[in-house]
């Protein structure tokens, strides 16, 4: 299977298999189109008779002999090797957690897929033994796997920053004994953070999220307080001060959502690299179509157009020395994830696993307050292996449309929660994301192909 398209003057042909991508010239680019998953020996007299009215037959020649090297050597409709494993995926062990520290929040964002925090829900805080016997689960079910990862998670985790402090502290005494190595995240929206917050986070937190819209009018129309203000002008100075003392090993993302109120999302994308901020992450947000401010399927084309130019502002800010990180466009098209990982991508409900303040398990963040996805409790110990099992076995070849999808190595199957929650299975992908997926993905290999000519 292979994917074609010509984006900013290239013409490029992505191998799905083999995860080869190629530049082609005219001639040999539309020669693809005569072929059907095989490359003969010799060029089909229909396909030359079509085109030689476009090129000359030398130019035709020396085309197809490139196609067809290009076949031999397995990197063009190359064969699928992955699909017979599929059905043979195991559990396999718990290696991320994602600790829902506090089910409470201190801005009501309009679009909240934790409904304001609460999850749909008490308002309430992990108490620290429930963290404690989080962080024993997730030893006890990590098997050999060394590196662990904890995402502190809300809600807004710095309301219960006391909790956090233990929780690290506590997981930090037990590396040595059980040869585990934590690796911690947060992501806040930041109206609480202060001198003791922002040094805490940069010294124990490989990772940081700083949830921002953008533009003061962009944020500030979604992203409110209790009392319906807006929360801009609060956080920045914090976000910048964050930035600022941050180690520059150290990662973080300034995350945004855009919705069909900013589909110039490009200037909000500006915005942040005139606060100082290079590692940015900007997503659609995913929501109700009967929602104002939802992305609907004639948004597309504008969507994607604004995708353009987002590629081409980051080609020419790359060449001129002042590159950034867009996280959506970050492909590894040399050696890309682990095969699993391809095929199963966020692995939650088996390998990544959320839990709630009364010590819930569940597949992960977006699954919380769903009785019927509910997968154990840290204080019991118990954990649902049928459940288990089946996000195991949840990958690319289980979903029918991921199955035949050029783009299935690199997307891996969407996010499961937004495909129970908008199209009712985890494994029916949600048909919007999945356009945004692939417009995303020519995007970035195009952008690679820009800077590597
Ligand atoms: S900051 Fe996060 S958890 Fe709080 S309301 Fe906004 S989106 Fe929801
Ligand atoms: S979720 Fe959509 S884009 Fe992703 S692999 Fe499946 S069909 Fe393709
Ligand atoms: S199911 Fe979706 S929200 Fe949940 S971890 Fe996977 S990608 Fe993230």
Known sequence: MIHKYSQNGFNIVMDTNSGAVHLFDDAPFAMLDYLDNAVPNEPPKAMMDNLKGRFDEETLREGYWEVLDLYKKGQLY??????????????????????????DCNLRCRYCFAAQGDF???????????AKSAIDFLIRNSGTRHNLELDFFGGEPLMNFGVVKQTVAYARSLEKQYDKCFRF?????????????????????????????GRKDVNDRLRIRVDGSGSYDTIIPK???????????????????FSKYNLDF???????????????????VVSDQKLDYSIQEDDLPRVFEEYDRLSQFMIERAKA????????????????????????????????????????????????????????????GALNQEIKSAFALTNVYSKPDCKDCWAKFYCSGGC??????????????????????????????????A???
């Not at 976000?239 to 003392?245: A, D, M, P, S, T």
């Not at 490009?266 to 659609?284: C, Q, T, V």
């Open 78 to 103: 190359s064969d699928d090797v992955y699909g017979k494993f599929a059905s043979l995926m195991k559990n396999a062990p718990i290696k991320s957690m994602c600790l829902n520290i506090a089910h």
């Open 120 to 130: 749909g829900g008490e308002r309430m805080l992990m108490p620290f033994s429930v």
């Open 185 to 213: 995240t947060i992501t806040t929206n930041g109206l609480l953070l202060d001198d003791e917050k922002i040094d805490f986070i940069n010294r124990e937190m490989s990772n940081c999220i700083l949830s921002l819209d």
């Open 239 to 257: 976000f910048q001060e964050l930035v600022k003392r941050r180690p520059k090993e150290k990662d973080y993302y300034v995350r945004g959502t």
């Open 266 to 284: 490009l200037n909000d994308i500006k915005h942040f690299l005139d606060l100082g901020f290079d590692e940015i992450s900007m997503e659609p």
């Open 321 to 380: 020395g002042k590159g950034f990180d867009f996280f959506h466009f970050m492909v590894d098209l040399n050696q890309g994830p682990c095969a699993i990982k391809r095929l199963r991508g966020c692995s939650c409900g088996n390998e990544y696993v959320a839990v709630t303040p009364t010590g819930d398990i569940y597949p992960c963040h977006q699954f919380v307050g769903s009785e019927e996805w509910k997968m154990g409790n840290v204080l019991t």
């Open 416 to 449: 499961n929660a937004n495909n129970l929650q908008y199209e009712g299975s985890i494994r029916r992908p949600h048909s919007i994301s999945c356009k945004l997926e692939k417009k995303r993905l020519e995007c970035a290999v195009m952008i690679q192909a």
């Open 451 to 453: 800077l590597s000519v």
